[in-house]
């Protein structure tokens, strides 16, 4: 929300317009940290407070004092679900409908898009997540595997599959200069497309500006919501448009599971002639992180599991399971058109209020670290855009073979689970595949690994080898 970028302005001019600004905003306060700064420091703080978008700043202000809310459940339902097939009905339809993926891949019209902007606190790793060497035994980062899959998917549909990444002020730099480090892993510089998300200044509990330096703001990224507000800053939308691809593939940076090039994800999207459409697998518990996919007043939406009230999240049905079973794992199929009509509304995305602590600069221009909840980020959340949505497709995956994201440094979805998980998948898919292999008792050590340029899914990988083969461990299989 910072207009960073804006062609500069005089300084006298700001100087005479800042004051006012600030006041009639209610501000002021900003004003007493200028006389503490030397000069360099002053025209760095000025630069930011009249980059400050005032419009929305009294949005935000007026959410700090009037909180939205709670959400209501009066009028919810839990939302119809492409379920896994079972029967042998079931499973041919599903096969017509991997087939108009695999028409959408091979006719190029899908891109890949992985928000990336997020700031990976839970994780204790102190460069982009993407960077993070999460395969079991050759150590390939996050980004890496995204890219073999990429590759393998331009290999296998004779596509281009452009790559958008949205990174954030704080690491797009480290973010590409990775990049270019590895060569973009292959996939063309010209093909990978980095785009920085905004920012939004974090408030007190009266609604008022704060700081992180004595001569900066506090600042925080606007969430993976502001996807659309920087595609279409970035004009990279218009790049799409003209490249054909009117599908974006999208997948958070956490999840080195994603399938990105699924065509059975793709095909229930392009069925059921869907703007937005979301994968969602049976939640773990009631607790577990998932946004609800649920229907208000018929419309598909996803709630975010911290606005579910225990009780309703816990609710079960007469056979013992969850009544709103299906949460969302965050990987989307949405119409660069929809995402160009988005971006046209003024009222698009709705802000969520997060109550954090920071490290602050105090009045004393001291650095302090705030009270717990003191201080107030706005967030967009991209599955918010489901309420613009004409029709959405819930469909549900395989969690094991789709979904181990990395997000704690130990326990529960963490690097270790991750690679666990990766491991689990291999070895049932070599099984699946017809290879005569036990499952090994401790996934915990390094044992397998199989490149997506090798095989990207189970049935890949069914071409790749022959029944009755008898791997040693540890196995590699790239090309
Ligand atoms: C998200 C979903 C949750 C569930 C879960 C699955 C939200 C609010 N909740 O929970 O419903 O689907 O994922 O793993 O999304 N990011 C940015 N910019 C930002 C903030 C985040 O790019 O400003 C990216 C971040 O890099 C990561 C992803 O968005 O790839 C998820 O962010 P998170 O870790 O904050 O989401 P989480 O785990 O709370």
Request: glycine share 8%; charged share 25%; net charge negative.
């Amino acid at each position: 929300m910072l207009n960073e970028g804006k062609a500069p302005v005089e300084e006298s001019e700001i100087e005479s317009q800042l004051a006012e600004r600030l006041e009639e905003h209610g501000q002021e306060h900003a004003l007493r940290w200028l006389p503490q700064l030397n000069e360099a420091q002053r025209r760095h703080l000025m630069e930011q407070l009249v980059a400050i978008d005032y419009e929305r700043l009294d949005e935000f202000r007026e959410l700090v004092q009037v909180p939205p809310t709670v959400t209501s459940f009066l009028g919810i339902e839990p939302a119809p679900v492409e379920r896994l097939p079972v029967t042998d009905g079931q499973t041919q339809r599903d096969q017509t409908i991997r087939q108009l993926g695999a028409q959408a891949l091979e006719a190029d019209r899908v891109a890949a898009l992985t928000v990336a902007g997020g700031q990976g606190t839970r994780l204790r790793y102190d460069h982009p997540k993407g960077m993070y060497p999460v395969s079991p035994i050759r150590g390939k980062s996050l980004f890496e595997l995204f890219a073999e899959q990429i590759l393998a998917a331009r290999q296998r549909y004779g596509c281009g599959m452009p790559w958008l990444i949205m990174t954030s002020y704080t690491n797009d730099d480290e973010t590409r200069h990775f990049f270019s480090e590895n060569d973009f892993f292959g996939l063309g510089e010209d093909m990978v497309h980095f785009f920085i998300q905004q920012r939004n200044p974090i408030l007190d509990a009266g609604g008022r500006l704060l700081r992180a330096e004595p001569d900066a703001l506090l600042l925080g990224p606007d969430g993976h919501g502001g996807t659309f507000e920087a595609l279409g800053k970035s004009r990279l939308l218009d790049v799409l448009r003209q490249g054909g691809w009117d599908l974006m593939t999208y997948f958070q940076v956490d999840n080195p599971l994603v399938t990105v090039a699924d065509e059975r994800f793709i095909g229930h999207h392009l069925n059921k002639d869907a703007d937005f459409s979301c994968k969602v697998v049976p939640k773990r518990d009631p607790e577990e992180g998932l946004g609800l996919a649920v229907l208000r007043g018929g419309r598909p939406i996803v709630i975010e599991y911290v606005d579910v009230p225990p009780p309703v999240a816990a609710e079960r049905l007469a056979n013992g399971t969850l009544r709103y079973l299906f949460g969302s794992i965050a990987i989307h199929v949405m119409d660069v058109p929809f995402a160009e009509r988005l971006l046209g509304r003024k009222d698009s995305l709705p802000w969520h209020l997060a109550k954090k602590q920071y490290e602050i600069v105090n009045e004393e221009g001291q650095k302090v670290l705030s009270p717990k909840g003191a201080c107030h980020k706005f967030e967009r959340f991209v599955f918010d855009a489901l309420a613009m949505a004409d029709e959405c497709a819930f469909v549900e995956v395989q969690r094991q073979t789709q979904f181990a994201p990395v997000k704690n440094a130990e326990g529960e979805d963490s690097p270790a689970s991750a690679r666990h998980f990766m491991q689990l998948m291999w070895i049932q898919w070599l099984q699946a595949a017809g290879a005569d292999v036990q499952m090994p008792k401790n996934l915990d050590e390094p044992l397998i690994e199989i490149s997506p340029l090798f095989a990207s899914t189970a049935e890949q990988l069914k071409e790749r080898i022959e029944p009755g083969w008898k791997p040693s461990f540890p196995l590699v299989l790239e090309p």
